[in-house]
C-alpha cells in the first residue's frame, strides 16, 4: 500500500512540473543555447589546436559529449530552483505536511528534471551531424541510460542542496561554485590524467562518469568495459542522491517549513 503510494505522489508531482516546465518554454529553451553556445566556440576554436592522442575523433567530436554534461549539469542545477519556488510559495510545506511519502516527493521531483533533461538532450542531439558524426554510430542503450541515471544523481543532488540552502541566491552561489568546476575536470574538456590527486577525486565526480558514458556512446570504439565500470560508480552515486535528497525531506518536515 505504501508502495503504491509512494508512486501516486511521485506521478502527481511529475505532472505538475511537467505542466510547469510547459508554460515556460523560453526558460528551458534558454539552457540548451548556453551548452550549444560553449560548443560552437570553444568546439570550433580549439579543433585544430587541441589533438587528442588518447580519443577518437577530433576535439569538436570530443568536447560534444562534454556540451551534452554540460546540458545536464545547468538543466538540473537552474531546474531545481523550482523547489526553491515551492517553498516560497507554501506549497511545499503543504505538502510535506501530508501523509505522503518522502521517498514519493523526491522521486517526483526528480523525475521531472531527469525528463526535462531528456527533452534538452533530444534537442541537442539535432546538431550531431554538425560535428561529423552519424546518428547510425550512436550506442542508443548506452546513451539513454547513461543520461537517465546522470541526470537522477545531479538532480537529485541539486534538490537536496536547494532543501538544504532554501534561498535562490545562496543555491545559485554554492551550487555554482562547486558544480561548474566540477564539469571543467570531469573529463568533459579534456582528457584526465590517470593517477594523481585529479585523478583519484574523479571517482567521487558523478559528472566524469557522465562524460565517459556519453564519449563511450557516441564516438568510436565502445569500450563496453569501461562504460560498465562508469556506469556502476554512477548508479551508486545516484541511489546516494537520491537517498540525500528524501533525508532533506525529512528534515525540512522536523524543522517545520
Known amino acids: ?64 559529449s562534454g556540451s551534452l554534461v554540460m546540458c545536464v549539469l545547468f538543466t538540473t542545477l537552474f531546474g531545481a530552483i523550482s523547489l526553491i519556488e515551492d517553498a516560497q510559495s507554501g506549497f511545499l510545506r503543504a505538502i510535506l505536511a501530508s501523509p505522503a511519502p518522502r521517498l514519493g516527493i523526491a522521486l517526483g521531483k526528480v523525475s521531472g528534471l531527469v525528463t526535462l533533461v531528456l527533452v534538452q538532450l533530444a534537442l541537442l542531439l539535432l546538431f550531431l551531424p554538425f ?39 545562496g543555491y545559485h552561489s554554492v551550487m555554482g561554485l562547486i558544480l561548474f568546476p ?20 574523479s571517482i567521487i565526480n558523478p559528472m566524469t562518469h557522465i562524460a565517459a558514458l556519453f564519449r563511450n556512446a557516441l564516438l568510436p570504439p565502445q569500450n563496453l568495459n569501461q562504460s560498465l565500470t562508469h556506469f556502476s560508480f554512477l548508479l551508486i552515486q545516484a541511489v546516494v542522491c537520491v537517498w540525500f535528497t528524501t533525508a532533506m525531506t525529512r528534515n525540512r518536515k522536523a524543522r517545520h517549513v
Not at 551548452?35 to 587541441?50: A, C, D, K, R
Open 1 to 64: 500500500m505504501k508502495l503504491t503510494q509512494t508512486w501516486q505522489v511521485a506521478g502527481a508531482l511529475w505532472q505538475r512540473d511537467m505542466l510547469r516546465f510547459g508554460k515556460e518554454r523560453s526558460r528551458w529553451l534558454g539552457l540548451v543555447s548556453q551548452p550549444l553556445m560553449f560548443w560552437f566556440l570553444i568546439g570550433f576554436g580549439l579543433n585544430n589546436v587541441v589533438t587528442l592522442p588518447e580519443a577518437s575523433g577530433n576535439y569538436l567530436q570530443f568536447f560534444y
Open 131 to 169: 560535428t561529423g558524426l552519424s546518428y547510425a554510430s550512436i550506442n542508443w542503450p548506452l546513451l539513454i541510460t547513461s543520461a537517465v541515471v546522470g541526470s537522477t544523481s545531479l538532480a537529485a543532488l541539486n534538490l537536496g542542496a536547494a532543501l538544504l540552502i532554501n534561498s535562490v541566491q
Open 182 to 201: 566540477l564539469w571543467i575536470v570531469s573529463g568533459a574538456m579534456f582528457p584526465i590524467p590517470q593517477g594523481g590527486l585529479l585523478g583519484t577525486l
